[in-house]
């Protein structure tokens, strides 16, 4: 079958590519569509370290192909969004309703492919670019039939992080203030969740200029280049402010921007040995710095609720998917991901 391998040098599209049956607990996923994140770049550039050879991918849509011994939520023919949290849902951070912190659900890849006999990690507990992939019962959430698999691939990652990290992490409440910095795909998420909590104004903040209309089209209530201009619409500083592109110095200016009782939420991901530094006699206003793993989601609850949403026209999914390549075009795709064309740039199988 068909899949993107990453060998440590360069990503290639295979056909050669094998996958075992699912175990007990296991879910066997044709995937249909899959978007491709920055995160997945971020593993060929080395931003993100992780042990090669790796089939890529980890924000995928497909049909349920087979199910292990023990599955009952899903049976073949279903339709589902794929998450990539492994998570065991036994452990004290799962009985907490934290799935994101379960230990079970970070590291430790699986090696579920094969090609040529040699054993292929599988990235982000997911790897959705190959025709067919295993995950954990939990990871595959059953979705509606009438929702384009194009658009339900977007749920997995960039909707689960940033609408969750609004919704479920900053906790934005109504008539808030909101500063998004960076408008890709995570970006226009994050804008969109806060428009659903209720925000009262929206800043984007984006050095590209073209990407203002769709910023105001998933809920900017403003725009500018630079974070310089933002003091003109909240004079004294943002109730939240998202880092939505993992630059050390954006970070700092996110934290900058806080109104007091403000928080900063880091979304985006630089190099993993990366350190920031702040102002440590502004924190004492009340403001924090908060980490987000994946939108703090649930995702059995969370892809069922957004998946509805967007059946109501609150959620915009659609809009999100800039343009869709076959999978043999994944160069074409990333090329345009890496320069900013498209917000998201959906794989196709």
């Known amino acids: 079958m068909r899949g993107i391998v990453f060998d440590g040098k360069q990503p290639q599209v295979v056909d050669d590519l094998e996958v075992r049956d699912p175990g007990p607990g296991e879910v066997m996923v044709a995937v249909a569509a899959a978007g491709l994140c920055h995160s997945d770049l971020s593993v060929v550039d080395g931003t993100i370290p992780f042990p090669v050879p790796v089939v890529l991918g980890h924000e995928g849509a497909g049909v349920v192909a ?83 698999l194009t658009a339900a691939a977007l749920i997995g990652c960039g909707v689960l992080t940033g609408v969750g990290a609004v919704l479920n992490r900053a906790r ?11 408008t890709g795909g995570i970006g226009l998420n994050v804008i969109q969740g806060a428009r659903i909590a209720g925000a009262l104004k929206i800043v984007a903040v984006d050095a590209n200029p073209a990407k203002e209309a769709m910023a105001r089209q998933f809920g900017a209530t ?3 280049e630079s974070v310089q201009r933002v003091g003109e619409i909240l004079p004294t500083g943002a109730d939240h402010a998202f ?61 069922p609720l957004y998946a509805e949403l967007y059946r109501e026209g609150r959620l915009l999914l659609d809009e999100l998917v800039t343009k869709t390549y076959p999978v043999e075009d994944f160069a074409k795709a990333a090329d345009d991901a890496h320069h900013g064309r498209v917000a998201r740039g959906v794989l196709t199988f």
């Open 222 to 224: 403003h725009f500018f």
């Open 243 to 303: 880092e939505c592109v993992g630059n050390v110095r954006l970070i700092r200016q996110a934290i900058d921007l806080l109104d007091r009782h403000g928080q900063a939420i880091l979304l985006g991901v630089p190099a993993a040995t990366a350190e920031a530094s702040f102002l440590v006699s502004s924190m004492y206003l009340d403001k924090s710095v908060l980490g987000c793993r994946y939108g703090s989601s649930r995702p059995q609850r969370d892809i």
């Open 172 to 182: 934005v409440d109504r008539g808030d203030t909101v500063v998004v910095i960076g």
């Open 66 to 148: 087979q199910v292990g011994a023990g599955v009952t939520h899903v049976t073949p023919g279903d339709h589902v969004s794929l998450s990539t949290l492994a998570n065991c849902g036994a452990c004290a951070q799962c009985d907490r309703g934290r799935p994101t912190m379960c230990c079970k659900a970070i590291g430790m890849p699986g090696r579920p492919f094969s090609r040529g006999g040699e054993p292929l990690f599988q990235f982000a507990s997911n790897s959705a670019f190959a025709e067919r992939t295993i995950v954990r019962a939990v990871q595959a959430v059953k979705i509606p039939e009438d929702i384009p």
